[in-house]
Structures are given as structure tokens and as C-alpha cells.
């Protein structure tokens, strides 16, 4: 499967420059270009990327304020001018700092850590397992626990914890709601608030602005609520 790259840069000969160099690289696959940052905001609502090749000095919405509206950031790519940014970027788990102009090596030594990283994340292992699938989360300073994606029910912010409520018992993490929910297929699971996100085969009941799972109901918050009920929608036969 291809790596799904987006470029967000407002000068055309930069992002001419990236696109011509993914075109050459057999795992990279450019899905779009966007000249500002609020298109490719709105893009993102809607689909689902592996990495963004991102500049910073952009309008409206400069490229580390852009990084920082993002709730399930996919990995990132700064494509700079600019060296002074990198420290600030870096904070904001950005993979890599290219300056420009970007050489062809320099880019190609960029993607070597897009393998590394996608290769070694929970998701490629959760991905690999599709018949049965499952993740393994560390449940104290020793125990790794195994789950069963099937058997999810809620997943509950609990500041820097999670709750992870499941068929067979609940489990306590250390991990954001945002990294977690980004592990997990996006088909069998949706965020419904800035609190929860919820197995979508295990809900009940919808009625109003809450879902019910196992008789417990949960609010869906207003910024989800649209998009929760299109894709229950979708997932209804």
C-alpha cells in the first residue's frame, strides 16, 4: 500500500518541485496540492493522509498554527525557507525539517523516516492483523495488554489517560484520545466528542445529540455531530 502525501505550500515552484520528486519515488503517492492552509484543512475533514509536506510562511493560517488546529495529525513534513522554525516544529512532533531548496537526497532521507515510523507504528501492526485484529497497550509500568479490536466499546479521555472500556473489562492508559483514535480503522471507529470515541457496531441507540452502548449514553458533541450521523448512516445496511 502507498504512502498518501498531501503538499500544503504557497509557492507553486515548491510544491513543483515535491511533486515531481514524489512522482519519482515508487512507495509515495500524491493525493493533492493545496496553495493555503485552509484548503487543505477543509480537505482533511474528509479524507485521510499518511503525510503532509507543509511550509510554514503561509497566509491566513501560518504552518505551525495549522499543525496545531489538527486533532488527529497524520505525520509531518516541514518544507521551509526558514531554519529558524525547526526547534518550535519539532515540540509539535514534526518528523523532519527540510530547508529549502530541497535537494533530492535531502527529501529521500525524509521518507526513509516516513517508512521507519509507519512500519513501527501500532497501527501497521493493528493493519497487518486483519482477520482478527488487535493492538497491545501498556497497562502499567510492565504490563503490555493485548485488546481485540472487537471487542472496543468506548475509548474516554481522562486528561492525559484514557479509559478504554471493552466486552471483557477496562483498561487505563497513558495516551491522548487524539494518537489513540488515530490507530484504529476508520470504518469501526469515530470520535463523537472531544471526550469519547466510540465503536461504531456497538451502539444501541441514537436519539437526539447521544448514542447509548450498553445502556449507557453518551452526548455527541456539537462540532461531531454531522459527521457522526453520515457515517452511521453510510454504515447502516
Known sequence: MKIKCLI????????NVIKNYIEQ????ELINTFSNSIEGLNFLKNNTID?????INMPVLDGINFIKSLENPPLLIITSAYDQFAIETYELDVLDYLVKPIEFPRLMKAVNKINKRLSNSPKAAVESNKEN????????????KKILLNEILVIESLKDYLKISTTSGKFIIHSTLSDFTNLLPERDFIRI???YTIAIDKIDAVEGNSIEIEG??????????????????????
Open 8 to 15: 500544503i505550500d504557497d509557492e507553486p515552484l515548491a510544491i
Open 25 to 28: 519515488i515508487e512507495d509515495l
Open 51 to 55: 503525510v503532509i509536506f507543509l511550509d
Open 133 to 144: 485484529p488487535f493492538i497491545f497497550v501498556k497497562i502499567d509500568k510492565k504490563k503490555m
Open 193 to 195: 466528542h472531544r471526550s
Open 216 to 237: 449507557l449514553r453518551y452526548v455527541i458533541g456539537r462540532s461531531y455531530i454531522d459527521e457522526v450521523k453520515q457515517k452511521i448512516l453510510n454504515s447502516s445496511i
